[in-house]
């Protein structure tokens, strides 16, 4: 008996392999798209832009995710520089749950076109917080300890999704933008948007039944190829043939 025309194992394993792969990426691809966050450049401050040039007055990447298990909103973003640097630094995620106008167009200098929002989350470096509801006039100080601020650069600051009351839009729906700025009350002391002139959907957080079933399917995946591994690829079972 020829036993190379019996190497099924030989010619199907790279195609399960592809298959596999394909498969499992296809899995993750999902949550990938889901938990990327938004990328700034370095050094893109704003011509309009009047304090100092300091990294901390620079984003590098940001994040707003919805888990809607705990009902919860995570705010976070890496800066380009150790926060607390640059004086009076304030950290602010403008969001639009539905009734968000570019509110810096009529500022003057005329700044931040397609940032749209109808409530600001306002970050301290003392690690306290304060939202601001435009549309419900409701302002909500939040005390120390309310933001982690970890490896010096990096801000973390979860919050009840119901400190965030609809104004039109569902709530896996919202839009946001983050701007670092050296005080309150003029557009010259914003230093950055991210993303820039735009806004951008918050993140998703997979739901713990999503989770179990993708990890349910990638076992199932794995045991079918280790069973067909095992089954076509036997010497034994050939020379007994
Ligand atoms: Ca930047
Ligand atoms: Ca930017």
Do not use: H, K
């Given at each position: ?11 199907t ?26 990328t ?13 040039q ?5 984003v ?15 705010f ?10 640059t004086d ?9 749950r539905?009734?968000g ?8 200098p ?8 109808d409530?600001?989350?306002?970050v ?9 509801d435009?549309?419900?006039n409701?302002?909500t ?17 979860a ?5 965030f009351?609809?104004?039109?839009f ?8 983050l ?6 009350g003029?557009?010259v002391q914003i ?15 997979p ?17 079918r ?6 089954d ?10």
């Amino acid at each position: 008996m020829n036993l190379c025309a019996l190497e099924p194992a030989a010619a199907t394993t790279p195609v399960s392999r592809r298959l596999l792969l394909s498969l499992v990426a296809g899995l993750l691809l999902p949550l990938q798209a889901l938990a990327i966050p938004v990328t700034d450049p370095a050094g893109d401050f704003l011509a309009t832009y009047a304090g100092p040039q300091n990294g901390d007055m620079d984003v590098l990447n940001a994040d707003v995710s919805y888990n809607q298990a705990s009902d919860a909103f995570r705010f976070s973003a890496t800066l380009d520089g150790a926060i607390g640097a640059t004086d009076g630094a304030l950290y602010v995620y403008g969001l639009d749950r539905g009734q968000g106008t570019e509110r810096f167009l009529d500022g003057d200098p005329s700044i931040g076109a397609g940032v749209v929002f109808d409530m600001v989350v306002v970050v301290r470096p003392d690690t306290t917080a304060v939202i601001n509801d435009f549309i419900n006039n409701q302002v909500t100080q939040l005390s120390a300890g309310t933001v982690q601020i970890l490896n010096d650069s990096f801000i973390s600051v979860a919050l009840d999704a119901d400190l965030f009351p609809s104004t039109g839009f569902d709530t896996s729906d919202y839009t946001w933008n983050l701007w670092p700025r050296q005080g309150l009350g003029n557009n010259v002391q914003i230093s950055d948007f991210a993303p820039d002139a735009s806004n951008v959907g918050v993140s998703q957080v997979p739901v713990p039944s999503t989770l179990a079933l993708l990890g349910i399917a990638g076992l199932g995946l794995l045991r079918r190829r280790r069973n067909t591994a095992v089954d076509l690829g036997s010497p034994r079972r050939f020379a007994a043939a």
